[in-house]
């Protein structure tokens, strides 16, 4: 696989920033066009062109941002070879704008996805495609984007934005995208690039002092980052589903693939520290070494001039926990490896579109224990709603988790289990899987039927 020397890439340029979707008001909604093709686009200014798909003819695909109370009215357009639809992560809206793979948009044809954001749906989402046997293809040829709903009360409004998608790129000799191997396959894709907001190792400037705010997604198909930033003062303000109670001070952050969190980092550029931000080595179950013995250097951070501290409010918001679940359910991912045709499982079986694994009820608090029953890490994720985990077992106890959060990803290591409460408000079929993009295409998905 060719390296960065090889391809001729550049370590540290400026941090690129996303595009935007351009928005039009229009009829009560703010109205856009987004399309999906094949597009080629340098690396890096000056390198040779990669053949993508793409959003918009950008990779990233253009950023949408909106504020709770508004409706989206897209135009989206299959100008692929596949069919695709686009899936709005996370995002509490009806089921059948939410680009459910039993709703395929066909090569040459298009659709109007429309929905309204709901008060307190503020946060960091994102949209990918979700077809049936091509949503990790479609992803790892470089279609996704990020979708940011803000808050009308927002305690952060007044530090300046950064927006860091992290994504996975994987060349093959021939410098194109390579396609998944039987080990991708298995153990999820890895490629030899990270990049941030499609750059390889950019570079960002931070004042001394400076306290910024950093939404941060995981868009890589199969990466556990425990991400860091060893100089500077950290803290977690905010999960998938936007804000937590009070900011808490960490060190390091574990995000699974699919999920997001948003930081408020302070520049301090402590001596014989690095400066950047680096993914810590981090081992994705029995079955696997760690992925690297060093940390890996994904962005570097320069000390620009001496700023003041903007404040950091005590509280951010407040999160009602959910009462107790009328509904209990286990979901148990397991593995067979001895069976190429259904090797990741949820429950003992693989994903059948013509299948409800689950019936609940508009309303209803449901509790699901995600038992992980497998060799490797599977992180869990849910449709048309956010969760809050309750407990977590490390394979000795239960733990109660220590603080509200609402999130629509949870990692769970192998050996280990996870509790979570959640409350769907409208009616339809959600579709719950692992996260890692080739996990979820072999079949590690059901379906949750919600019935008005
Ligand atoms: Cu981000 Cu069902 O996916
Ligand atoms: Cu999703
Ligand atoms: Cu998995």
């Known amino acids: 696989m060719p390296d960065a020397a090889a391809l001729g890439l550049a370590r ?96 040459g044809q298009g659709r109007d996805y429309r929905f309204s954001l709901p008060t307190g749906s503020a946060g960091s989402y994102w949209y990918h495609p979700h077809p049936h046997g091509h949503t990790a293809e479609q992803v790892y040829r470089g279609l996704a984007g990020v979708f940011v709903v803000r808050g009308r009360d927002d305690p952060l409004a007044h530090l300046p934005e950064r927006w860091l998608v992290l994504s996975d790129l994987k060349l093959g000799e021939d410098g194109k995208i390579a396609a998944n191997s039987d080990a991708d396959k298995m153990d999820g894709r890895e490629g030899q690039f990270v990049l941030v907001n499609g750059a390889w190792h950019p570079r960002l400037e931070l004042g001394r002092g400076e306290r910024q705010r950093w939404r941060i997604w995981n868009a890589t198909s199969a990466r556990v980052l425990k991400l860091a930033l060893p100089a500077h003062e950290v803290w977690l303000v905010g999960t998938d589903g936007g804000l937590i109670e009070k900011p808490r001070r960490v060190e390091s952050l574990v995000l699974p693939p699919g999920a997001r969190a948003e930081l408020a980092v302070t520049g301090r550029f402590a001596a014989g520290k690095p400066a950047g931000l680096v993914a810590l080595p981090y ?151 692992c996260h890692i993009l080739e996990h979820e295409e072999a079949g590690m998905m059901g379906t949750l039927d919600v019935r008005a």
């Open 12 to 107: 540290g340029l400026p941090l690129p920033e996303l595009k935007r979707l351009p928005l039009e008001r229009k009829d009560g909604a703010l109205q856009g066009c987004l399309s999906a093709a094949a597009v080629s686009l340098p690396l890096l200014p000056g390198t040779p062109a990669t053949a993508f798909w793409a959003y918009n003819d950008s990779v990233p695909g253009p950023a949408i941002e909106l504020s709770e109370g508004e409706t989206l009215a897209l135009r989206f357009d299959n100008r692929l070879p596949q069919p695709t639809t686009v899936h709005w992560h996370g995002l509490p809206i009806p089921a059948d704008q939410d680009g459910n793979p039993h709703d395929p948009v066909l090569p």
């Open 283 to 433: 081992a994705r179950g029995k079955m696997m070494g760690p992925e690297q013995d060093k940390a890996l250097p994904l962005l570097d951070i320069e000390a620009g001039s001496a700023a003041v501290t903007a404040s950091l409010p005590a509280s951010l918001r407040r999160i009602d926990p959910l009462p107790k679940p009328s509904v209990t359910r286990r979901v148990v991912f397991s593995e067979d490896m001895a069976n190429s045709a259904a090797m990741f499982l949820i429950n003992g079986k693989t994903f059948d579109m013509d299948r409800m694994d689950f019936t609940g009820k508009v309303g209803a608090v449901e509790e699901w224990e995600v038992d992980n029953r497998a060799d490797m890490d599977h992180p869990f994720h849910l449709h048309g709603t956010q969760f809050q985990v309750t407990e977590r077992h490390d394979g000795k106890g239960w733990r109660r988790e220590p603080y509200l959060a609402w999130r629509d990803v949870v990692n769970v290591p192998p050996a280990q289990k996870v509790r979570l409460r959640f409350r769907q408000d409208m009616p339809g079929p959600r579709m719950f899987h």
